[in-house]
């Protein structure tokens, strides 16, 4: 079993529709909760029966309520998952798991579930998705081939909505015609593989940072809250959206070839909260995105059967001979690695990646 998740590309009333729902989950679960809770003292009920119970209540009394006639437009799946989300989580509690339930707030994120009542649906290959009960939808990235699933979580993260499914099938794994690669992320290049490709950011990221600067500056001196500066702020926001797709769209190229590529690939777990603490790397690490090229690497490589090794976070990477093993200071400005110890002299970003390659776990 894996799972998928996509980015959603919706338009304002379909993202209001799902910020509703989210609304609705969050209601019905913490309704739930509360009748739960008084419920508890009061004998041996099991979680089965109190939920029965709490159906009752919402269907019968709560949904009948003029101020609750909302709920009845919004589809009925959203609350039976989270009556089914609040039946686990007190499973969790009893197990000793998890701590007691407590009440969903907005503040924790906005997510809820839905599934197809009639078992389970197929997703066909394509840019779009047909969620049950909800309906369909773009994707920002699409589904490479179709899929069988049955109960579909769509939660909010920043401002960007995602759908996630299971799907009860082993991958089809892709025969990848290398073995293994190490990769190094880094500032100057984006990624350089140990093979010795190097992929740098892509050019437009750099001038639409460049002219991203320079719109920042000038919203600064115009006069605050005058037309003319919410019209600087309006180029500078659809510039930000410009940013994220171009770096989307270079990652996503980057992390499926290689996927397909190597059957082992070793990356550096970077530090990041580490290296934001140094700010002059800050800036270009969080913006190059290494946690979503993580991501879509991880999600990427369950999917075409390769397999990912994160290599340990203080493995000194840039700082060992990989040739001989031999071990010095390296300070970012130096580009170049020469050993006197057996007198390599190699790129920088691709010793590194070599090392990485032959990182071993410790036993
Ligand atoms: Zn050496």
């Given at each position: 079993m894996f799972a998928v998740k996509r980015a959603l590309k919706l338009n304002k009333k379909e993202a209001t529709l799902m910020a509703k729902n989210a609304g609705f989950r969050r209601v019905v679960f913490n309704l739930g909760l509360s009748l739960r809770t008084q419920m508890y003292?009061?004998?041996?009920?099991?979680d089965s029966k109190v939920i029965n119970e709490i159906k009752k209540v919402l269907t019968n009394h709560v949904k009948k309520q003029p101020e609750c006639?909302?709920?009845?437009?919004?589809?009925?799946r959203v609350y039976q998952n989270a009556l089914i989300d609040l039946k686990k989580a007190f499973a969790r509690y009893r197990e000793g798991k998890a701590g007691h339930p407590k009440f969903a707030s907005r503040r924790d994120g906005q997510s809820f579930a839905v599934d197809s009542s009639n078992g389970k649906v197929l997703l066909k290959a394509g840019n779009t998705i047909k969620i049950p009960t909800l309906g369909t939808f773009r994707l920002?990235?699409?589904?490479?081939c179709g899929f069988v699933s049955q109960t579909f979580t769509i939660s909010k993260e920043g401002n960007r909505w995602f759908v996630s499914f299971c799907v009860d099938a082993q991958r089809r794994p892709q025969k990848q015609p290398e073995s293994s690669v190490g990769i190094d992320v880094g500032v100057k290049s984006f990624a350089t593989l140990s093979k010795g490709q190097v992929f740098n950011a892509p050019k437009p990221l750099k001038q639409a940072k460049t002219k991203l600067a320079r719109l920042q500056c000038k919203a600064s001196r115009?006069?605050?809250?005058?037309q003319n500066q919410r019209k600087t702020y309006n180029s500078i926001s659809r510039l930000h959206a410009r940013i994220a797709c171009i770096r989307k769209d270079f990652l996503h190229k980057l992390t499926t070839s290689t996927a397909k590529t190597f059957k082992l690939i070793k990356i550096e777990d970077l530090n990041v909260s580490g290296m934001l603490a140094n700010h002059k790397l800050a800036g270009a690490i969080a913006d190059l995105g290494f946690y979503e090229f993580k991501r879509q690497l991880e999600y990427k490589c369950q999917m075409y059967g390769a397999s990912l090794v994160l290599v340990e976070r203080w493995f000194p990477s840039s700082k060992i001979?990989?040739?001989?093993g031999h071990k010095q200071e390296m300070p970012l400005s130096i580009r170049t690695y020469d050993c006197p110890g057996c007198g390599v002299s190699i790129d920088r970003d691709l010793n590194a990646s070599l090392n990485i390659l032959n990182w071993e776990p410790s036993a």
């Open positions: 003292g009061e004998g041996q009920f099991t006639a909302w709920m009845n437009q919004l589809s009925s920002e990235e699409p589904l490479e115009q006069v605050k809250g005058s001979c990989s040739n001989c």
